[in-house]
């Protein structure tokens, strides 16, 4: 999807910024809208992060298409590796442990193929 933004400053013509592209890849939603997990753009696999929102523990599934050992990295809303781990089975949880409530951001990544989506900690 490509598009422009006009932003104006008091009553002065507006300034049009750059057109940029943004691509929207597949998301699995709940029946409450909640986005559960991340599709990679190459195949028509997901890995599966659950329950989300995360309370005390979170399921991770993983796909035939990744290859094990994987890394997975857990990302604060302040831009910090907060969590790090390497998943040698294809179903793995991590546990909450002292992290503040809020959306963190999740890559899983075998080198070749990753995945990445939003957890929402509680």
């Known amino acids: 999807m490509e598009n422009k933004a006009a932003i104006f400053f008091d009553f002065n013509e507006p300034i049009i910024t750059n057109t940029t592209t ?12 909640v986005i559960t997990s991340a599709k990679d ?3 028509k696999s997901f890995a599966l992060i659950f329950p989300n929102p995360m309370i005390q ?16 990295s857990l990302i ?15 179903n793995a949880t991590i ?3 002292h992290l503040a409530a809020g959306l963190y951001h999740y890559l899983i990544s075998d ?12």
């Open 22 to 33: 943004v691509r929207i890849s597949d998301l699995v939603q709940t029946d409450s809208g």
């Open 41 to 43: 753009a190459k195949s």
């Open 57 to 72: 523990s979170a399921n991770i599934n993983l796909p035939s298409e990744i290859s094990l050992p994987c890394q997975f």
């Open 76 to 90: 604060s809303p302040a831009g910090r590796k907060v969590k790090e781990a390497t998943l040698t089975n294809r």
């Open 95 to 97: 546990e909450k442990g």
């Open 111 to 122: 080198g070749k193929v990753s995945y990445q989506g939003n957890v929402l900690i509680k």
